[in-house]
């Protein structure tokens, strides 16, 4: 009987994350850009078949959106990600993460709000490909 323990059950790493960051993470939730809006409202609730939570502090980051089963990150990218100097901080940040064996996908603030259909779609081959390698390793 206790032999069975974890069988039909998926192992998740423990991502770590700076306690620090949750009350900044509280108030961006409050203070989103039109782009991040406008994405919630096509992902939250599992509408795309996964649970996705907005403003999620990973380490010392605080990610848009994050799918802990899927271990995917979306960041939406303001005008701010194109000043420079930030471009090594992305590269940086998007290094880190994926360290910690997260999928990370950016779309720009822009691209949301003039081509959501075509975001929600590079979402879906993501999941979807992710979805088959958990399956089928």
């Known amino acids: ?3 069975d323990k974890g069988v039909g ?10 306690p620090k960051l949750v009350e900044l993470a509280k108030k961006l939730r409050n203070n989103m850009t039109l782009g991040e809006i ?12 996964h649970k996705f939570n907005r403003q999620i ?3 010392q980051y605080i990610v848009d959106f994050y799918c802990k089963d899927l271990q995917l990150a979306i960041e939406v990218d303001g005008s701010i990600h ?3 100097g930030h471009e090594e901080k992305d590269h940086k940040r998007q290094t880190r ?10 779309f720009s603030d822009t691209d949301v709000k003039n081509n959501l259909g075509f975001v929600l ?7 979807e490909k992710l979805e088959q390698t958990r399956t089928h390793p």
Do not use: H, Q
């Open 121 to 127: 779609e590079e979402i879906k081959i993501i999941i």
């Open 57 to 59: 502090p990973i380490d």
């Open 82 to 84: 194109f000043e420079e």
């Open 9 to 18: 059950t998926t192992m998740r790493k423990i991502i770590p994350y700076n």
């Open 1 to 3: 009987m206790g032999g």
């Open 97 to 106: 993460l994926e360290s910690l064996g997260i999928t990370v996908i950016r």
């Open 38 to 49: 406008a994405l919630w409202r096509e992902i939250k609730g599992k509408k795309l078949g």
